[in-house]
């Protein structure tokens, strides 16, 4: 079978797609509770609308571990508030900092 010359990412980003829909059927995405963000101590940077920053991170559903891409919505010193879209619903959740890499493109990773 040939490959697709115009988008050669589309079979990973299929793939990918693919795992979260079986890893949602685990449960929601694990997110880091109050405690863990200490926003009380901490100042959070809440990214405009208008600008998209995109990362590489592992998520976890139920006992499954994903590692996709993901839009940055908001941060802390050690935390990240990330969303991903699963067959059109738009899914939140916070992950510590170190499970987060920033990339320029989501090509850049498919």
Not at 35 to 49: D, F, K, S
Request: aromatic content about 8%.
């Amino acid at each position: 079978m040939g490959t697709n010359k115009r988008y050669p990412h589309l079979p990973a980003q299929r793939g990918e797609e693919r795992e979260l829909r079986e890893a949602r059927k685990r449960g929601p995405p694990r997110t880091l509770d109050s405690l863990q963000l200490r926003l009380h101590a901490q100042p959070l940077t809440i990214v405009p609308e208008q600008v998209t920053i995109w990362g590489h991170a592992w998520l976890q559903f139920g006992d499954t571990n994903v590692r996709c891409v993901v839009q940055v919505k908001r941060w802390t010193a050690d935390a990240v508030g990330v969303q991903m879209t699963i067959d059109g619903d738009k899914l939140r959740c916070r992950i510590w900092q170190v499970a987060y890499q920033r990339i320029s493109d989501p090509t850049d990773v498919w």
